[in-house]
Nanobody
Framework: QERLVESGGGLVQAGGSLRLSCAASGRTFSRYVMGWFRQAPGKEREFVARIGWSSSTYADSVKGRFTISRDDAKNTVYLQMNSLKPEDTAVYYC?????????WGQGTQVTVSS
């Protein structure tokens, strides 16, 4: 059964950085389109970033601060988060977005203190 497992969340001060990782168990990971989403308390889950074979896209709220990348040899997608703000506090989920239904990881908590 295919799985996604996130890691790297934690508590950081505003202005700090974190790198999230998402390891996939699939055999053809290099073909996957992967994304990061987040859900803050009391809010709906929202798109953060997405990476395909040759391009990536970002939500306006994180553009210039976050970078999504992938290492197909390690079946892993990353989210480098810099200049973190308290409003970035949320549970972050990685997802395989080119399949129906979307395959989700279990999430990892990111808390940014002011």
């Amino acid at each position: 059964q295919e799985r996604l497992v996130e890691s790297g969340g934690g508590l950081v001060q505003a202005g700090g950085s974190l790198r999230l990782s998402c390891a996939a168990s699939g055999r053809t990971f290099s073909r996957y389109v992967m994304g990061w989403f987040r859900q803050a308390p009391g809010k709906e889950r929202e798109f953060v970033a997405r990476i395909g074979w040759s391009s990536s896209t970002y939500a306006d709220s994180v553009k210039g601060r976050f970078t999504i990348s992938r290492d197909d040899a390690k079946n892993t997608v990353y989210l480098q988060m810099n200049s973190l703000k308290p409003e970035d506090t949320a549970v972050y989920y990685c997802a395989r977005v080119d399949t129906s239904p979307t395959l989700w990881g279990q999430g990892t908590q990111v808390t940014v203190s002011s």
